[in-house]
């Protein structure tokens, strides 16, 4: 791409759902995606869900001349799954996981041994510095009785907060990924609220794909219509969201999706749909002095709705703590019950002992039995008690930071002068000539 004042870029992302030997089609999907991105040439490809690191290098060796650049980004047990293809070169990365992420204990979920973070990469594109993130947060098995809400509010919160904190030298901003929220959720309106992050489908005039931008659809034959309800025909979960900056405007010209069939393809390239971006940059066009009084008014509106946000995502974040403490001390009353029991068991284990000649009164396979148990409950409820502590650390961490900045936010909204009427034109006192009241234009 020519190094211009004006430059277009195209940008890429796919929930690949790529769980090796457990994901229908995998291998084979694989290459029909590495075949999309080859034919498509996007400037950007955000990838999540890549499980396997060698399907990441297989894509690696089949994107090499049309994406020379790429960084797959490694976390917890199995890797965060997240993995960026680029045109242009890549010239910085990090990887922030977040602090929570459901439960070891929900194996069938799999979150916890996932590693969800947020990936991050510095990009040039031509004479401008994007920061380029791509994420995958705790997803909604449950949405009447979503246990994993408060885990996913904080990775919100989590994640505005890196990427304010990164980004402040960059002049685009461009987020891509399964954010696993509604565009009304909670943690959705948060993050775009306190980043000024921009969603593509509500900005551009021109958009392609299915109703209402829907990424996980009913007519997907990878989905099951169970997972959708109360939403028959699907939910919008997957985003590319972005911003300019002082010195670069942004703009969505079009945006597209998938649609669950690929022509010519037995099967979709995956239970997600992909989507697609193109996005405009330009020189920032400072706006008229007399939209600044508009601009204030404006500004304060956004920092009293960020307040009402704030205080809502606390309330939630205080009802995980409470699950957290109440689940602390059911495991801790456990340990100790577990523990009374190994103790009495020890005191009948003693009775030859203290009594010469008497017999022990339980089979010994089932005093062995019975002390394993005791000792299984012991370190399970040991594990569960250290896990629930550290869950309750990063609530409170949370909560803390919250509490900060809605402090911070209402001081701030108090700095704000009291709205006036924009007319200028007032009455003057009685018996005031208006030459003495209003000044000379």
């Not at 609220?193 to 299915?210: H, P």
């Not at 399970?380 to 309750?392: A, G, K």
Request: glycine share 8%; hydrophobic share 35%.
């Amino acid at each position: 791409m020519a190094n211009t004042d004006t430059a277009s870029v195209r940008v890429f992302s796919l929930n690949c759902w790529g769980i090796r030997y457990l994901s229908k089609h995998c291998p084979q999907r694989y290459a029909m995606i590495g075949d999309l991105l080859s034919k498509e040439e996007h400037d950007i490809v955000l990838l999540q869900e890549v499980w396997s690191e060698k399907d990441f290098l297989n894509l690696k060796k089949k994107l090499a001349c049309s994406h020379p650049h790429c960084h797959y980004f490694k976390s917890g047990v199995i890797g965060s799954g997240l993995a960026i293809f680029c045109k242009h070169r890549i010239h910085d990365t990090f990887l922030y996981r977040y602090s929570l992420n459901g439960y070891p204990y929900m194996a069938h979920h799999g979150d916890w041994f996932g590693g969800k973070a947020v990936g991050m990469a510095v990009i040039k594109i031509g004479s401008m510095t994007a920061n380029v993130y791509v994420t995958h947060l705790h997803a909604e098995y449950c949405r009447e009785k979503d246990s994993y809400l408060p885990h996913r509010v904080v990775q919100a919160w989590e994640l505005q907060q890196f990427i304010r904190h990164t980004s402040a030298g960059a002049d685009v901003v461009i987020v891509g990924g399964d954010l696993n929220m509604h565009p009304q959720d909670l943690g959705n309106r948060l993050l775009r609220a306190y980043t000024g992050l921009r969603d593509s489908y509500l900005e551009t005039a021109n958009f392609d794909g299915c109703e209402d931008g829907m990424t996980l659809i009913a007519d997907n034959p990878f989905i099951s219509k169970k997972e959708l309800v109360p939403f028959e025909k699907g939910i919008r979960i997957d985003y590319i969201l972005f911003k300019g900056s002082s010195k670069t405007d942004m703009h969505c010209d079009s945006m597209s999706t998938t649609k669950g069939s690929i022509p010519d393809h037995p099967f979709p390239y995956s239970d997600h749909e992909a989507l697609t971006a193109e996005l405009r940059m330009e020189p920032h066009t400072p706006t008229e002095p007399g939209h600044d009084k508009k601009s204030m008014d404006q500004d304060s509106g956004k920092v009293a709705e960020l307040v009402d946000i704030l205080t809502e995502a606390r309330t939630e974040v205080k009802v995980g703590l409470h699950c957290a403490e109440r689940m602390r001390y059911t495991a801790t009353r456990t340990g100790i019950m577990g523990l009374a029991l190994l103790f009495l068991e020890l005191a009948i284990a003693a009775v030859p002992w203290l009594a010469l000649g008497a017999e022990q009164p339980f089979p010994r396979t089932s005093f062995y039995l019975l002390a394993a148990l005791c000792c299984a409950i012991l370190l399970t409820t040991f594990l569960l008690y250290i896990f629930y502590t550290m869950e309750l650390k990063s609530l409170q961490g949370a909560e803390d930071q919250m509490r900060l900045a809605v402090g911070s936010l209402q001081e701030k909204l108090r700095g704000f002068p009291l709205p006036q009427p924009y007319s200028t034109h007032r009455k003057p006192p009685e018996g005031q000539e208006p030459s003495a009241f209003d000044p000379e234009e």
